[in-house]
């Protein structure tokens, strides 16, 4: 298969996507929706995310040191894409309809809809231009309990459903084009 030279892009290295759950200085829950997220061994799994930009999650992130990753998946596909698209600077964003309990172990906000979440524990923090680079610990992992059933992973990860991004468009777990970026959440 011949090769050629394109500019630097992750084009067909599509990633699974979060929604991240912090706490503003008041108190209210906030979720920004990510993908730049993988995991560390440090003696123990952990978790390497990274955000660019200026983002409230960010901000609340940085300054509180915990947050969760709630995955993402096509039942919470609209509303992942309407928080993935509108800045958390607006004071209107949290005024949709989602089920938002609390983390069992830090405190965080989490999706009750999403099926696993990751209660996280940043240790160290790596600026890298306008960008953050985050290493965390993982203190607890909320799962929903059907996924103690006796089905394979595949059967598994084909009823959950998780979504993956890149290119700009969502796709399904089987591949499927679930539309592109700003779309889903005009179902809402």
Known sequence: MGKINVKPNNDYCPQT???????????????????????????????????????????????????SANLV?????????????????????MKIDLDIGKGAVLNVPVLDKAPVVFELEVTDIIPKGDADVMLCKIRNVLQDESLSSDESVAQKLARIAPVKTTANTYLGYDGRDLGAWGEPMKKL
Request: aromatic content about 16%; proline content about 4%; charged content about 25%.
């Open 17 to 67: 996507l979060f929604l991240y759950g912090t706490y503003d200085e008041n108190g209210n829950p906030d979720f920004g929706l990510f993908c730049w997220f993988s995991y560390i061994w440090e003696g123990e799994l952990g978790v390497m995310c990274c955000i660019g930009g200026s983002k409230l999650t960010k901000d609340n992130i940085k300054r509180s040191k915990v947050f």
């Open 73 to 93: 998946t096509e039942e919470l596909l609209p509303a992942a894409d309407y928080l993935g698209c509108v800045s958390g600077k607006n004071p209107d964003k």
